[in-house]
């Protein structure tokens, strides 16, 4: 069963935002970590962000920060990164992944979501 | 940080066997023991087959196993299937809160 659905993408013009959110329906979000990974068409997987189960802490690739904002809401389940200042660069399928850990996304992902498309382009 | 090195391709015959490569650095490869895999089918979600260089998650089929040796990490598919064609991504953590993915190899059943 689908367990990660992601939703928010779509088609942007360079300079422009988008949220996208990452909805989960299992019973474990609140205790693991929480990460974007993202595959730009014919390229490979990149880590994008993550946070720590509590939301205390964020982490960025440095291809994103400052640019972007991953947050979660652990009442609704609900994983968010909040993209702005959108480059061509960052068209890609976004991924959302839980890690089987609590902190820094190193334990391995394990569950993941189907994706959902972020088109930059004027 | 650079992306872990793959082969692009890999590839065998059904019930032979298959070794992918990632080679990365002293700074992540070399220096921890936290490696993964993972398998990608077109229009499907992504699955972790190995994390912990080593470890198998339940319902990976033991056919799957890793190994790291310095800063090399492997994925062994042993007893090919036609459903183990697929694209397959080591990562790595590399410090400093930072996470490195593979370059991809497509795994193809011939």
């Known amino acids: 069963e689908v367990q990660l659905l992601e939703s928010g993408g779509g088609l942007v013009q360079p300079g422009g935002s988008l949220r996208l959110s990452c909805v989960d329906s299992?019973?474990?979000?609140?205790?693991?970590?929480m990460t974007w990974v993202r595959q730009a068409p014919g390229k490979g997987l990149e880590w994008v962000s993550g946070?720590?189960?509590?939301?205390?802490?964020?982490y960025y690739a440095d291809s994103v920060k400052g640019r972007f904002t991953i947050s979660r809401d652990n009442s609704k389940n609900t994983l968010y990164v909040q993209m702005n200042s959108l480059r061509a660069e960052d068209t890609a399928v976004y991924y959302c992944?839980?890690?089987?850990?609590?902190?820094?996304?190193?334990?391995?992902?394990?569950?993941w979501g189907q994706g959902t498309t972020v088109t930059v382009s004027s | 940080q650079s992306a872990l090195t793959q082969p692009p391709s890999a590839s065998g015959s059904p019930g032979q066997s298959v070794t992918i490569s990632c080679t990365g650095t002293s700074s992540d490869v070399g220096s921890y023991n936290y490696v993964s895999w993972y398998q990608l089918h077109p229009g499907k979600a992504p699955k972790l087959m190995i994390y912990e260089v080593s470890q198998r998650p339940s319902g990976v089929p033991d056919r799957f196993s890793g190994s790291k040796s310095g800063n090399t990490a492997s994925l062994t598919v042993s007893g090919l299937q036609a459903e183990d064609e697929a694209d397959y991504y080591c990562s790595s953590y590399a410090g400093s809160n930072n996470l490195v993915f593979g370059t991809g190899t497509k795994v193809t059943v011939l």
């Open positions: 992944a839980k890690d089987r850990g609590s902190a820094f996304p190193k334990w391995g992902m394990d569950v």
């Open positions: 946070i720590s189960a509590s939301g205390g802490n964020t």
């Open positions: 299992g019973f474990t979000f609140s205790s693991h970590t």
